[in-house]
T-cell receptor, first 110, second 113 residues
């Protein structure tokens, strides 16, 4: 069964901390990995897309990496802010289905 | 440019009825996929359409169906609604194929009573 696992499920940190969210997948055929954030009751906002030929992408305070050999992707958030509070989801894409992790709910306290 | 548009935003239906949800992708995008999001199951893939053809399908019963029109707009239909179908339904569009990533709409919140 193809699975995508996100650890931790929830995270609460004080403002200013650097943090790492993890996404593990069992399907080595996953070739793209996309990170999203979701605010309560809202749709998904794309953060970073790592395509098959890439290992890393950066946007502002966010950096995402992809290691297909180990089946892992990490999302690094630098200098966290209260506005970063949301649920973060990773999406694994292969030639078949599209598989989401269960998400990491992040709370950044002022 | 306009994003992915889903209509309606909210819907209340009675058990046993059917419902049709609509998704208009970003202009030029030819792939549309649908997802169901519930607190217990998270985000689950329903199906994906590309150039009016269903490309892949998730593990949902036949009550869930969809289609895509020549202008890439897509509809999802759920027949014989059950209480467990209450969820946020999200659609996403992609430019040509999956290598370009997905852009999501704001979703349709369906409540079955």
């Amino acid at each position: 069964k193809q699975e995508v696992t996100q650890i931790p499920a929830a995270l609460s940190v004080p403002e200013g901390e650097n943090l790492v969210l993890n996404c593990s997948f069992t399907d080595s055929a996953i070739y793209n990995l996309q990170w999203f954030r979701q605010d309560p009751g809202k749709g998904l906002t794309s953060l970073l897309l790592i395509q098959s030929s890439q290992r890393e992408q950066t946007s502002g305070r966010l950096n995402a990496s992809l290691d297909k050999s180990s089946g892992r992707s990490t999302l690094y958030i630098a200098a966290s802010q209260p506005g970063d509070s949301a649920t973060y989801l990773c999406l694994g894409v292969n030639t078949g289905k599209l598989i989401f992790g269960q998400g990491t709910t992040l709370q950044v306290k002022p | 440019k306009a994003g992915v548009t889903q209509t309606p935003r909210y819907l209340i239906k009675t058990r046993g009825q059917q419902v049709t949800l609509s998704c208009s992708p970003i202009s030029g995008h030819r792939s549309v996929s649908w997802y169901q999001q519930t607190p217990g199951q998270g985000l689950q893939f329903l199906f994906e359409y590309f150039s009016e053809t269903q490309r892949n399908k998730g593990n949902f019963p036949g009550r869930f169906s969809g289609r895509q029109f020549s202008n890439s707009r897509s509809e999802m239909n759920v027949s014989t609604l059950e209480l467990g179908d209450s969820a946020l339904y999200l659609c996403a569009s992609s430019l040509i194929d999956r290598g370009y990533g997905y852009t999501f709409g704001s979703g349709t919140r369906l409540t079955v009573v």
